[in-house]
C-alpha cells in the first residue's frame, strides 16, 4: 500500500477501505508516515468528506489505537456527557456530583482550552493541587466508590485521537463532520460510558456555523453509538449566548458552587436538565420525575457536599481559590432593555483579561474574568451595573467596543 495512493483516491472523491484509513492514520501514530502526508489526507478529508462506513471504521480505528477503560462491565448506570463548545460552561462541575448523587457514575475526560474556548482542565486547575492526571487504576475506583473522577486526556485512550486532533488544530483541518464524529465518539466509547448525552452547540463562534450541519453531525453521533450498542442522545443549540453569568476560570467554579447551592440562575436550568436526561435515559424513568430525583439531590446539599468530596479526592485545597481583588465596574450606557449578550464578545473581553491562551504555552490567569450582572430581557436603567471585570491590575485599557457584545435597545 503507498500513502500517495491513498491521498490521490481521497482527493478524487473515492471511498477509502479500512485497511487503507489504518495504513495511513496508525502509520503516522507510529512513526511511518509524516505529519505533511497525513495533513493532506486531513485535508482532502475536510474537502471531500467521509461516508458513515469510513466514518465507523476511523472511529473503530482511533478506538483500537489504546487501550478500553470497559467501565460499564465494571460498574452500573455509566454516563458521559459533551459540549461541542460553549462560554462560561461550568456545567461538568455541578453535574457530575449531582449524577453521583443519584448513583450513576460519570468519567469524564476533558480538554484544555485553546483561542476562545473555555478548557473544564483549565477551569478545575484553578483550585490549587488539584491533580488532573490520576493513574488509570486511581481515577476507575474514584468513579467506582465516589461516582465522578475527572481527567485530563492521557496516553492510554485513543492517543491516535490526541495526536490527529493536535494536527488537525494547526492545519485548518478541525470542521469536518466524520473527523469530528469520530474523534469525540471514539473516547467515549474507548472509556466505556453505555449512556451518552451529546450537546451540539451551532452559530458563529461554534465549530458547526448552522443548525443544518449541527443536525448532519448529530446524525453521524448517533449512528456511530448504535453501532457500538450504546444509547446517544443529541440536544442541537445555538451558541449565541454565555451559559453562565461567570466567565472566567476561578469565577466559574465559584459559580458552579453557588449553583450547587442552589442559585436559580441559567446554568442551573441547564445542569437540572442534563442531568434529568441522563437519569431518564440510564434509569428509564419519565424526565418529569427524574426532573424532580435532579432538583432533589441539590435542595438535600449532598450534590455540593459531593463536589467537596470530589475535589479533596484528587488532591485540590479549595480554601485556596483565588479571584481577584481588582474589580471594575462596567454600567450601562443607556436605559432599555438586554436584548443580546454575545457568547463570542464576552469570550474576547475574557481573554483579554488574560482568562484564557492563544497558544498552548501561554499562560492563564485563573483569578480573571467577567462576572454578569444582567441576562438577556432584563430592563436596565442608566448607571445600572451591567458587569463586573476582575482585572489582574488597573492599568488595563478598555475601548466602548469591548463592551458592546451586551446590545441594550430602547424600551
Ligand atoms: N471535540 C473533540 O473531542 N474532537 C473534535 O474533533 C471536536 C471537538
Do not use: W
Request: net charge negative; aromatic share 6%; proline share 2%.
Amino acid at each position: 500500500m503507498n500513502i500517495l495512493d491513498i491521498i490521490t483516491k481521497k482527493k478524487d472523491k473515492g471511498t477509502l477501505t479500512r485497511e487503507e484509513l489504518e495504513f495511513a492514520f496508525m502509520g503516522y501514530l507510529e512513526n511511518k508516515i509524516p505529519n505533511y502526508q497525513i495533513s493532506a489526507l486531513l485535508m482532502a478529508i475536510v474537502l471531500n468528506g467521509m461516508d458513515m462506513s469510513e466514518t465507523l471504521d476511523l472511529t473503530d480505528i482511533f478506538i483500537k489505537s489504546g487501550e478500553q477503560y470497559e467501565l460499564s462491565k465494571k460498574m452500573p448506570n455509566v454516563v458521559d456527557k459533551h459540549s461541542t463548545g460553549g462560554v462560561g460552561d461550568s456545567t461538568t462541575f455541578v453535574i457530575g456530583p449531582m449524577c453521583a448523587c443519584l448513583g450513576l457514575h460519570m468519567a469524564k475526560m476533558s480538554g484544555r482550552g485553546l483561542g476562545y474556548t473555555g478548557g473544564t482542565i483549565d477551569k478545575i486547575e484553578s483550585i490549587p493541587g488539584f491533580n488532573v492526571n490520576p493513574d488509570k487504576e486511581k481515577f476507575i475506583k474514584q468513579v467506582e466508590e465516589l461516582g465522578f473522577a475527572l481527567s485530563a486526556q492521557n496516553n492510554d485512550l485513543t492517543p491516535l485521537d490526541k495526536v490527529i486532533y493536535a494536527l488537525r488544530d494547526v492545519t485548518g483541518t478541525t470542521e469536518s463532520i466524520p473527523l469530528i464524529a469520530s474523534s469525540i465518539m471514539s473516547k467515549k466509547i474507548a472509556l466505556g460510558a453505555d449512556n451518552i448525552l451529546i450537546d451540539v452547540k451551532y452559530g458563529s463562534g461554534a465549530l458547526m456555523k448552522t443548525r443544518e450541519s449541527a443536525k448532519e453531525l448529530s446524525r453521524f453521533l448517533t449512528t456511530i453509538g448504535e453501532a457500538y450498542h450504546r444509547n446517544v442522545k443529541t440536544i442541537i443549540s445555538p451558541m449565541s449566548t454565555p451559559l453562565s453569568y461567570a466567565i472566567g476560570n476561578a469565577l466559574e467554579v465559584a459559580e458552579a458552587i453557588n449553583v450547587l447551592h442552589g442559585k436559580e440562575c441559567p446554568l442551573y436550568h441547564s445542569c437540572v436538565d442534563i442531568v434529568a436526561t441522563l437519569y431518564s435515559m440510564a434509569k428509564g424513568v419519565s424526565i418529569e420525575e427524574a426532573k424532580k430525583e435532579a432538583k432533589k439531590v441539590i435542595i438535600t446539599g449532598d450534590a455540593l457536599k459531593k463536589f467537596y468530596e470530589f475535589v479533596k479526592a484528587q488532591g485540590g485545597r479549595l480554601g485556596e481559590l483565588s479571584i481577584s481583588e481588582n474589580v471594575i465596574k462596567v454600567r450601562a450606557q443607556k436605559t432599555g432593555r438586554i436584548d443580546t449578550i454575545d457568547a463570542l464578545g464576552a469570550a474576547k473581553l475574557a481573554a483579554k483579561l488574560g482568562a484564557s491562551r492563544v497558544t498552548l504555552e501561554d499562560k492563564i490567569d485563573y483569578g480573571v474574568g467577567i462576572m454578569l450582572s444582567v441576562t438577556e430581557g432584563d430592563t436596565v436603567n442608566k448607571g445600572d451595573l451591567l458587569m463586573n471585570l476582575y482585572v489582574k491590575d488597573y492599568n488595563e485599557q478598555f475601548k466602548e467596543s469591548d463592551f458592546d457584545f451586551i446590545k441594550i435597545v430602547d424600551l
